[in-house]
């Protein structure tokens, strides 16, 4: 059978295979029309579909591609991420947003706690990343602060030499960056002096908000190296529907649709396990992705926990390692 396909009006209609090869006119708009063989035109369809489908593919696999992109282009190779405002760029984090947004949750979101022109990036990482060594002096600011006073002041005699060197340039560097009024080092008596500032933003970071900057830091710099894209926020709530609300420590975005949660606990966190175990749900997290990281959890509680709930558990020894082994 053949077919007469007008290319003006796409008037059409099945005709003789007498006619086939011979243009007629249009008995609709008078156009002048080819008469195809049915089979052979049924071919030429299908042949020009799967080559538009295959460019419709690419296409769509680029602009894919140039979104996930879009999340890290505006940090450059060669920035400081120490000393930057590229995080608090909307483009960043903006897919984060959308994540969010098609589970119908509400971001409340403070650029401030993405800045890294501070110090407080600085200042957490050294911490964490010798921790065991500079705990002490942190645990006696804390209960310093919470009792009011106004300095302290810390005995390091049973340290070696190597480590006093690691305490007191520590500590010098808190007096450098203003995390502290004074610092003086009685060598003879090997004792440390602080006058401790007042600033609630500085009450807040040694209280626990350190460990946030310090594992946002950690996977800021473990992705931003390995060159995965991502987007990321840290201290930042979350409003569901029914106007419940819940904030959220550290989250990145990878590939644009790998959700990584991280809740931060520096002190008592076993109260708020079944908390976090229905928040995982209603955000529709797998378990291996969202995280409580519990300052001084050992290895044999981290698999004991994770084992028992519907959590995953790391310290500040592990985490990197666990998120660096995802990708």
């Known amino acids: 059978m053949a077919v007469l396909l007008c290319n003006k009006c796409s008037y059409l209609r099945e005709v003789s295979d007498d006619f086939v090869g011979e243009t007629i006119k249009c008995p609709i708009c008078r156009e002048a029309a080819p008469i195809h063989n049915s089979v052979a035109l ?58 969010f947004d098609k589970k119908n949750i509400i971001l409340d979101i403070d650029t401030k706690t993405i800045d ?35 300095s302290v002041s810390i005995a390091i005699s049973n340290h070696s030499q190597k480590e006093v060197q690691a305490l007191t340039h520590y500590c010098k560097t808190l007096y450098d960056f203003s995390f502290v009024a004074k610092y003086f080092y009685n060598k003879p008596d090997k004792r440390i002096h602080l006058t401790l500032q007042k600033a609630p933003s500085i009450l807040n970071f040694f209280n626990g908000e350190w460990l946030e900057w310090f594992v946002f830091m950690k996977l800021l710099i473990l992705f931003y190296e390995k060159k995965v894209p991502f987007s990321a926020l840290r201290s930042f709530k979350v409003h569901f529907p029914n106007e419940d609300k819940h904030e959220v420590d550290v989250f990145f975005l990878i590939n644009n649709d790998t959700p990584l949660f991280i809740e931060c606990k520096s002190g008592e966190f076993r109260s708020t396990i079944e908390k976090y175990q229905k928040l995982r749900k209603r955000m529709g ?43």
């Not at 690419?58 to 120490?82: N, P, R």
């Not at 964490?128 to 106004?150: C, S, V, W």
């Not at 709930?309 to 390692?321: A, G, K, M, Q």
Request: hydrophobic residues 40%.
């Open 42 to 99: 049924v071919k030429n369809i299908i042949s020009r579909y799967q080559t538009l489908s295959g460019k419709y593919t690419k296409l769509k696999a680029k602009i894919k591609e140039s979104k996930v992109i879009e999340c890290v282009e505006s940090l450059d190779d060669d920035i400081d991420l120490h000393n930057t405002a590229a995080m608090t760029n909307k483009t960043q984090f903006k897919p984060i947003i959308d994540w």
């Open 116 to 150: 890294t022109q501070g110090f407080f990036d600085e200042v957490a990482v050294a911490l964490g990343e010798n921790y065991e060594l500079l705990k002490n002096i942190n645990d006696q600011i804390k209960k310093a602060q919470r009792k009011g006073h106004g």
């Open 285 to 327: 997290i797998d378990k291996e992705n969202f995280t409580m990281l519990v300052l001084g959890l050992s290895d044999e509680q981290i698999k004991g926990l994770t084992s028992m709930y519907d959590l995953t558990f790391v310290n500040e020894n592990n985490f990197v390692d666990y998120f660096s082994a995802m990708l």
